[in-house]
């Protein structure tokens, strides 16, 4: 199994670009997440899906969109990039009863 | 009040030694706690789960759990200077699907 893997690794962005980031998961896991990390902070949940389908809004979702289709992909749509948004971006699979996180190893984005 | 606190550290300690990383947290109906580790420039990796108070332990690893304190906490027994890394803690209310972390605490083993 590869767990949770994302691309791209690192990506530098113009403010006013956009970009998706793409994130799947191969453990047939209900639940999905993305969090941002900034330097020395914890983890801020942006947005989180229960299933194919079904998403929802976390504590920093503004500038960011989501979409589940499938069970496995989970991506990450950032519309007119902006400097704040300069950070890690991890996404996180569960399983529905568990809720013990498997961690992607991260997208490192930079906006100037 | 921040619904999960840890101290930042760092919080140093020599190889051999016990490392005590504490947790606490606000909401009384939390019901999920998970210990990561996250070494600098990689992704948290789970370390432990606990549902229930009391001690859980594997390896060199225990947790804590004490509900009617609020407060979670992780030992490492006989640490290595390869435990040197930052460790989160993370609390899921009961009902919710997510899970609010810490910002983490600084473990240094110094060999």
């Known amino acids: 199994n590869a767990g949770v893997t994302q691309t791209p690794k690192f990506r530098i962005l113009k403010i006013g670009q956009s970009m998706t980031l793409q994130c799947a998961q191969d453990?047939?896991?209900?639940?999905m997440y993305w969090y941002r990390q900034d330097p020395g902070m914890g983890l801020k949940l942006i947005y989180y899906?229960?299933?194919?389908?079904?998403?929802d809004k976390g504590e920093v979702p503004n500038g960011y969109n989501v979409s589940r289709s499938t069970t496995e992909d989970f991506p990450l749509r950032l519309e007119l990039a902006a400097p704040s948004q300069t950070s890690v971006y991890f996404c996180?699979?569960?399983?529905?009863?568990?809720?013990?996180?498997?961690f992607g190893p991260g997208t490192r984005l930079t906006v100037t | 009040q921040k619904e999960v606190e840890q101290n930042s550290g760092p919080l140093s300690v020599p190889e051999g030694a016990i490392a005590s990383l504490n947790c606490t947290y606000s909401d009384r109906g939390s019901q999920s706690f998970f210990w990561y580790r996250q070494y600098s420039g990689k992704s948290p990796e789970l370390i432990m789960s606990i549902y229930s108070n009391g001690d859980k332990e594997d390896g060199r690893f225990t947790a804590q759990l004490n509900k009617a304190s609020q407060y979670v906490s992780l030992l490492i027994r006989d640490s290595q200077p390869s435990d040197s890394a930052t460790y989160l803690c993370a609390v899921r209310k009961g009902g919710y699907q997510k899970v609010t972390f810490g910002t983490g605490t600084k473990l240094q083993v110094i060999p």
């Open positions: 899906s229960v299933g194919a389908g079904i998403t």
């Open positions: 996180a699979s569960s399983h529905r009863d568990l809720y013990e996180q498997y």
């Open positions: 453990m047939n896991h209900n639940y």
